[in-house]
């Protein structure tokens, strides 16, 4: 079982940078890929970018390729999400999420946290 956290959103203006973090709790936490999604009012939950668990493949959708970077710190059961050049259509709720996988899957992830809103202005 996998508890999940997510921290560092905010309003924002265009072009500028948010670091989100999500906490984990679980023992097993570096043996799981971890995810970060998105939601957009009136749109479906979409991927954003990928980790597996070391942290020596990502795999990132290509609308924020060069903008935004995932990364993890196991020891401190952490993911992060950095994201720079923020644009307006990057206004969603960011969702962490985890499963076991040795690769970076876009999908079925199994633990889910509650969300961080990430609003950027024009």
């Known amino acids: 079982q996998v508890q999940l956290v997510e921290s560092g959103g905010g309003l924002v203006q265009a072009g500028a940078s948010l670091r989100l973090s999500c906490a984990a709790s679980?023992?097993?936490?570096?043996?799981?890929?971890m995810a970060w999604f998105r939601q957009a009012p009136g749109k479906q939950r979409e991927f954003v970018a990928a980790i597996n668990w070391s942290g020596g493949t990502t795999y990132n959708v290509d609308s924020v390729k060069g903008r935004f970077t995932i990364s993890r710190d196991n020891a401190k059961k952490t993911v992060y999400l950095q994201m720079n050049s923020l644009k307006p259509e990057d206004t969603a709720v960011y969702y962490c999420?985890?499963?076991?996988?040795?690769?970076?899957?876009?999908?079925?992830?199994?633990?889910w946290g509650q969300g961080t809103q990430v609003t950027v202005s024009s």
């Open positions: 999420a985890a499963r076991r996988s040795d690769y970076v899957p876009i999908q079925a992830y199994d633990y």
């Open positions: 679980g023992r097993t936490f570096s043996t799981y890929a």
